[in-house]
């Protein structure tokens, strides 16, 4: 196995952890600019479940380069023990004097929405790779790949966060 599918399947292995996907039928709640959750239409629900999932990918780029493990959108887009398996993984790329630069592209959609716990759905294309922090060099094979993925949010405080993201194939089609 490549370095490139290691790290995406260490990503998702360590993400893994308990999440709700059930629907309670009550209806979807958002977060307001006040910080004050409110009742939403379901078309404002899902933008705000699609909003958290993107961002969750932005909190991981942004803190695998500087490596960051304790980058503070981590804490923002994740929660439980993902949040702490993610960290251990950058805390590891960290010691090992790597960071991850590149892309993402996301095509998420959203299978459930409950009134706190959501689903998502992505066939996302990933081009990125591990560099030696120290000299730029890349350290894992040229090339891009496609993961489909399904992702368990919950409403925490007020904010949609992953909880659990699951490899569910590789080379899906976009």
């Given amino acids: ?31 307001t600019p006040a910080g004050q959750t409110t009742a939403t239409t379901g078309l404002d629900a899902e933008a705000a479940v699609l909003d958290a ?24 887009f994740a929660s439980g023990a993902s949040l702490e398996r993610l960290r251990e993984s950058l805390g590891q790329h960290f ?24 689903t998502v759905r992505d066939c996302y294309l990933d081009r990125t790779h591990l560099f030696d922090s120290t000299t730029g060099e890349q350290v894992d094979p040229e090339g891009e790949a496609t993961f489909e993925v399904v992702a368990s949010l919950v409403l925490d405080g007020g904010s949609w966060k992953v909880t659990s993201l699951d490899q569910v194939g590789e080379g899906c089609e976009r």
């Fill in 1 to 31: 196995m490549s370095l490139r599918i290691a790290l995406a399947a260490a990503v998702l292995a360590l993400l893994a952890a308990c999440g709700g996907n059930g629907d309670d039928g009550a209806e979807p709640t958002t977060t």
């Fill in 95 to 118: 010691a090992n004097g790597e960071v991850i630069r590149g892309t993402l592209e996301l095509s998420p959609v959203v299978e459930q929405l409950g009134a706190e716990t959501a």
């Fill in 53 to 76: 999932y993107r961002g969750f990918w932005a909190a991981y780029l942004a803190a695998g380069d500087p490596m960051d493990p304790a980058h503070p959108d981590l804490e923002r």
